[in-house]
């Protein structure tokens, strides 16, 4: 018998419950949320805004607010429960194995940091490339246009060649 890997949901969350204290009281974001992706599969959250979509996701990367509780449940991704790994080992899943795109990227970024730098960040951060491999590659030049010479050259870093 061959194991199938496809039959092992890649990540699943169960009664995933989030909770904000603010000044005026608690707010309930997640009350039992529950989904299952197998590996190749594509799910898409449709809700109505403040329903939670972004709370969800964000409690899958471990970047919730700090005034965010959670109250209930688990999001297992490969094996692993997210919610009881130790920090260290989080930092190594996120940005290598789990990635997010910010809604608003306006304020995703850092305004005072250069947008290469904060690009960059995850790639250095994760080994895949070096910061002197980083900084040929996407360090301003007096021609703010890409450059194929530019670019080239940081595929080859992220290769190790
Ligand atoms: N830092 C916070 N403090 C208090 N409540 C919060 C906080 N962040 C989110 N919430 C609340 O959690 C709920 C879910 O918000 P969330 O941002 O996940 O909605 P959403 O489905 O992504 O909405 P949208 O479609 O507008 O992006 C909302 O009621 C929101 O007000
Ligand atoms: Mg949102």
Do not use: Y
């Given at each position: 018998?061959?194991?199938?890997?496809?039959?092992v949901?890649?990540?699943?969350?169960?009664?995933l419950?989030?909770e904000?204290r603010?000044?005026?009281?608690t707010?309930?974001?997640?009350?039992?949320?529950?989904?299952?992706?197998r590996?190749?599969?594509?799910?898409?959250?449709?809700?109505?805004?403040g329903?939670g979509?972004?709370?969800?996701?964000?409690a899958?990367?471990?970047?919730?607010?700090?005034?965010?509780?959670?109250?209930?449940?688990?999001?297992?991704?490969?094996?692993?429960d997210?919610l009881?790994?130790a920090?260290?080992?989080?930092?190594?899943?996120?940005?290598r194995?789990?990635?997010?795109?910010?809604?608003?990227p306006r304020?995703?970024?850092?305004?005072?940091?250069?947008?290469?730098?904060?690009?960059?960040?995850?790639?250095?951060?994760h080994?895949t490339?070096?910061?002197v491999?980083?900084?040929?590659?996407?360090?301003?030049?007096?021609?703010?246009?890409?450059?194929?010479t530019?670019?080239?050259?940081?595929?080859a870093?992220?290769?190790?060649?």
């Open positions: 018998m061959t194991f199938d890997h496809k039959a949901p890649l990540l699943a969350v169960e009664d419950g989030v904000f603010t000044r005026s009281g707010v309930r974001a997640l009350d039992g949320i529950g989904f299952e992706l590996r190749g599969e594509t799910l898409a959250l449709v809700g109505e805004s329903s979509k972004s709370v969800t996701a964000h899958i990367m471990g970047i919730l607010d700090a005034a965010a509780h959670v109250n209930s449940g688990r999001i297992v991704f490969g094996g692993l997210l009881t790994v920090e260290t080992e989080m930092a190594e899943i996120r940005g194995e789990l990635a997010i795109i910010f809604q608003n304020t995703a970024l850092n305004p005072i940091r250069p947008v290469g730098k904060q690009i960059a960040d995850i790639l250095v951060r080994g490339v070096t910061a491999c980083w900084r040929k590659s996407v360090s301003p030049t007096p021609s703010a246009a890409p450059s194929p530019r670019s080239s050259f940081l595929a870093c992220a290769s190790g060649s």
